[in-house]
């Protein structure tokens, strides 16, 4: 069966320190993943999709930069953290064709 | 995706019906309606999806007008843990995985004890 594998679940950073955060997909091949952000309150934001190995595409400027080192593999980083890059990451995949989009367990960042 | 729009929020009393709308007057007919739902701090929850049929599930059951302009989820007999925030999305779904997959603010459903 597919799952998805999102860590760490919460993490504390002081402003200024760098991120990595990753996503591991198990038991399909050639995913298409994304990252969102979700602010307090708020709605879905999606940050990058990536079609395949290396393949990034970016939907909003912003501090933060994602990276597919290998084809079940999704690292969001940043090189420094804002205190407005607070917030609740997801990541998801999807597979070509398919009928679902599958939802990590997402990490709780906070920037202080 | 077609783009759609939902109340930003509902509150709905224990043991009745959720009835939460959504519009999608753009959408196409490659573009199928999915529903998902969040509860605080976890990831969505897909909970059913449609093209033009009513679709029925053991969560919630899905009313497509036949113009497919809007649609309605149900959820027969709500109950505190359906308190959750409520996503609609119309993706293409024979080209689901190549599409940006975009959320709205959804709809905040509230079950009132």
């Known amino acids: 069966s597919q799952t998805i594998h999102q860590w760490p679940a919460t993490l504390v950073q002081p402003v200024g320190s760098p991120l990595s955060l990753e996503c591991t997909v198990e038991?399909?091949?050639?995913?298409?993943l994304y990252w969102y952000r979700q602010a307090a309150g708020r709605g879905l934001q999606l940050l990058f999709y990536s079609v395949g190995i290396g393949q990034i595409s970016s939907e909003v400027p912003q501090n933060l930069s994602a990276s597919r080192p290998q084809d079940r593999q999704f690292i969001l980083s940043s090189k420094k953290l804002l205190l407005s890059d607070s917030g609740f990451y997801l990541c998801a995949w999807t597979n070509l064709g398919g009928t679902e989009a599958f939802f990590g367990q997402g990490t709780r960042l906070t920037v202080v | 995706d077609a783009k759609t729009t939902q109340p930003t929020s509902m509150d709905c009393a224990e043991g009745r019906a959720a009835n939460l709308p959504c519009n999608h007057s753009t959408i196409s007919g490659n573009e199928y309606v999915y529903w998902y739902r969040q509860i605080h701090s976890q990831g969505p929850q897909y909970i059913i999806h449609g093209l033009k049929n009513n679709e029925t599930n053991e969560m919630a059951s899905l009313i497509i007008t036949e113009d497919r302009k809007s649609s309605t989820l149900i959820l027969p007999h709500a109950t505190l843990r359906d308190t959750a925030v409520y996503y609609c999305i119309a993706p293409i779904v024979y080209n689901f995985g190549n599409e940006k997959l975009t959320f709205g603010t959804g709809t905040r459903l509230t079950i009132i004890p």
């Open positions: 038991g399909t091949s050639n995913p298409n």
